[in-house]
């Protein structure tokens, strides 16, 4: 039985030619992603906001002013609708009572679930939130910090366990990876919460471990050939792993698609998170983070003199080809 082979072993793809083009193709969806992120925002979720979160489920798809308007009879705070997955569900968020702790929380719940029922027979609660202000403000900072020393953590690994370069394009790339995730968020306004905050971190840890396979074969072809053009070194190094590569991301694409369409709404937006952060961050290692050690100045005399440097014995030393012919 022939093993199944998505890239052929003798792949030879010129990845490095189109560095300018990924160059303007990732500064413009960068900006795009950003410019989103601060004209329409993010629909934060209960998490980050605070207050009260109710899912509410309806027998048929409902007019969100129709419930607006029976919980504004109610006089439990001004409401904050959205239909949320199918026209059938609505996410409504509420105040926090300002006394009474979780008891009046509670009572307010049970108090808007009444008027609901007698005004919508046949709907349900599939899940309710609460998180006071307080709350919410420090996981919005703890959110923000974990996310900011993942990448500069990294990014400094990267920096002393190769080059500086190495250091900087893991940075860019890792960046870029994350302010697409919110461009996305803030595109779609999918509820961005704490789950969405996991997801990213997530992302962050699978571009790193794609883009260290790619660093690790380029760091080994520089010590294996030294007189290679450093743009045919990046090709040979970037097709080498490409069949690693594209495996890992497809399998992990099928196991999020599984987990998209059966794991419900609750899971959508982590998915949708993760799927969106595959595939940004395959591209990312592949067309941007390989080619900008080019633009960086790096060259496969740098690892020569690194090894001089620390008093590391040369490896004998094997030739490449000159002019950007490939072995």
Same mark, same amino acid.
């Given at each position: 039985?022939?093993?199944?082979k998505?890239v052929?072993?003798?792949?030879?793809i010129?990845?490095?030619?189109?560095?300018? @083009?990924?160059f303007?193709?990732?500064?413009?969806?960068?900006?795009? +992603?950003?410019? +989103?992120?601060?004209?329409?925002?993010?629909?934060?979720?209960v998490?980050?906001?605070?207050?009260?979160?109710?899912?509410?489920? /309806?027998?048929?798809?409902?007019?969100?002013?129709?419930?607006?308007?029976?919980?504004?009879?109610?006089?439990?705070?001004?409401? %904050?609708?959205?239909?949320?997955?199918?026209?059938?569900?609505?996410?409504?968020?509420?105040?926090?009572?300002?006394?009474?702790?979780?008891?009046?929380?509670?009572?307010v =719940?049970?108090?808007?679930?009444?008027?609901?029922?007698?005004?919508?027979?046949?709907?349900?609660? !599939?899940?309710?939130?609460?998180?006071?202000?307080?709350?919410?403000?420090?996981?919005?900072?703890?959110?923000?910090?974990?996310? =900011?020393?993942?990448?500069?953590?990294?990014?400094?690994? %990267? @920096?002393?366990?190769?080059? @500086?370069?190495?250091?900087?394009?893991?940075?860019?790339?890792?960046?870029?990876? =994350?302010?697409?995730?919110?461009?996305? /968020? +803030?595109?779609?306004?999918?509820?961005?919460?704490?789950?969405?905050?996991? +997801?990213?971190?997530?992302?962050?840890?699978?571009?790193?471990?794609?883009?260290?396979?790619?660093?690790?074969?380029?760091?080994?072809?520089?010590r294996?050939?030294?007189?290679?053009?450093?743009?045919?070194?990046?090709?040979?190094?970037?097709?080498?792993?490409?069949?690693?590569?594209?495996?890992?991301?497809?399998?992990?694409?099928?196991?999020?698609?599984?987990?998209?369409?059966?794991?419900?709404?609750?899971?959508?937006?982590?998915?949708?998170?993760?799927?969106?952060?595959?595939?940004?961050?395959?591209? !990312?290692?592949?067309?941007?983070?390989?080619?900008?050690?080019?633009?960086?100045?790096?060259?496969?005399?740098?690892?020569?003199?690194?090894?001089?440097?620390?008093?590391?014995?040369?490896?004998a030393?094997?030739?490449?080809?000159?002019?950007?012919?490939?072995?």
């Amino acid at each position: 039985m022939k093993l199944l082979k998505l890239v052929p072993d003798n792949t030879n793809i010129g990845f490095v030619k189109l560095r300018h @083009w990924a160059f303007g193709l990732t500064l413009l969806l960068t900006v795009l +992603a950003v410019g +989103a992120t601060f004209h329409k925002g993010l629909n934060l979720g209960v998490d980050f906001v605070g207050g009260l979160m109710i899912e509410a489920k /309806f027998p048929q798809a409902v007019q969100t002013d129709k419930v607006r308007d029976t919980i504004a009879g109610l006089r439990v705070g001004e409401s %904050s609708l959205q239909q949320f997955g199918d026209p059938k569900t609505v996410q409504i968020r509420l105040p926090l009572p300002e006394q009474g702790g979780a008891g009046a929380a509670n009572a307010v =719940v049970e108090k808007t679930r009444k008027a609901m029922e007698a005004q919508f027979p046949g709907v349900t609660f !599939s899940r309710y939130d609460t998180v006071s202000g307080k709350v919410s403000g420090e996981l919005i900072q703890n959110g923000v910090l974990a996310v =900011v020393l993942a990448i500069v953590g990294i990014a400094i690994f %990267s @920096w002393f366990r190769y080059e @500086w370069q190495f250091g900087v394009s893991t940075f860019v790339a890792i960046v870029h990876d =994350v302010l697409m995730t919110l461009g996305f /968020f +803030a595109i779609t306004q999918m509820e961005f919460d704490l789950n969405i905050i996991a +997801a990213v971190l997530t992302i962050v840890g699978y571009s790193i471990n794609d883009k260290m396979v790619i660093d690790d074969r380029i760091r080994e072809n520089m010590r294996k050939y030294r007189k290679m053009d450093m743009k045919s070194l990046i090709d040979l190094s970037v097709n080498e792993t490409l069949p690693r590569t594209v495996m890992t991301s497809m399998t992990i694409l099928l196991a999020l698609g599984a987990l998209l369409l059966l794991g419900g709404h609750v899971l959508r937006g982590f998915t949708a998170a993760m799927m969106l952060g595959i595939i940004v961050g395959t591209y !990312s290692s592949v067309y941007v983070s390989s080619s900008l050690l080019i633009s960086l100045g790096l060259s496969p005399q740098t690892a020569e003199k690194k090894e001089k440097k620390g008093g590391i014995a040369a490896q004998a030393e094997r030739m490449g080809p000159r002019d950007g012919a490939q072995p």
